[in-house]
């Protein structure tokens, strides 16, 4: 079956744009949660969708937003770029809501923020 | 949420087993330990996990401590494909509040033949 989708695969943008990144779970997961890799900082959580509710959010500023529709797929969004918004950005998709599923991780949207 | 420490890097001949520790010490009881590879940021791999009991799968195989405080990797045999961060996870389900994965710096494997 298909993995987790995500796009676009990468895209530039300059400081101040807004980006949009989408995410397509595997067909019948509900939970979406998606995270923020960087050299410096590792892997972070951004935030957790289960059924079109906002779960569970990460450290982030409010610029990071997300939502997912009624179909699972989600989109995050990040406002008014800044440089240090550069980053792998992952999506991932679990079966079940507790934490004994596992967690199907997407490639990746690659963000360069110029 | 309990934090996992693992060794930075660590080198690996090829068709010898790899075992690769984690250092858990404050989990709790309703935590899981999950392990996660990255190839060349590609997006994470699931590999295996497990919350009290030794697990074994087509890749791996995970030891937990009776205590839980650690746990250990091992993969049998060693391909120059395993070559990637290997990460361990300790996942909590926070029950309406959804779930988190709270990452370490992992362990980054280089596989040598």
């Known amino acids: 079956k298909a993995g987790v989708t995500q796009t676009p695969r990468y895209l530039i943008k300059t400081r101040g744009q807004q980006v949009t990144l989408s995410c397509s779970p595997i067909s019948g997961h509900r939970s979406v949660s998606w995270y923020q890799q960087t050299p410096g900082q590792g892997l972070q959580f951004l935030f957790e969708y289960f059924s079109e509710t906002q779960r569970n959010k990460g450290n982030f500023p409010g610029r990071f937003s997300g939502r997912q529709f009624s179909n699972s797929r989600s989109e995050m969004n990040v406002s008014t770029l800044e440089l240090g918004d550069s980053a792998l950005y992952l999506c991932a998709s679990s079966l079940a809501e507790g934490a004994s599923g596992e967690l199907f991780f997407g490639e990746g949207s690659r963000l360069t923020v110029l | 949420d309990a934090k996992t420490t693992q060794p930075p890097s660590m080198d690996c001949a090829e068709g010898r087993a790899a075992n690769l520790p984690c250092n858990h010490s404050t989990i709790s009881g309703n935590e899981y330990v999950y392990w996660y590879r990255q190839i060349h940021s590609q997006g994470p791999q699931y590999i295996i996990h497990?919350?009290?009991n030794n697990e074994t799968n087509e890749m791996a195989s995970l030891i937990i401590t009776e205590d839980r405080k650690s746990s250990t990797l091992i993969l049998p045999h060693a391909t120059l494909r395993d070559t990637a961060v290997y990460y361990c996870i300790v996942r909590v389900a926070l029950g309406a509040a959804g779930n988190k994965l709270t990452f370490g710096g992992g362990t980054r494997v280089l596989v040598k033949p």
């Open positions: 497990g919350l009290k």
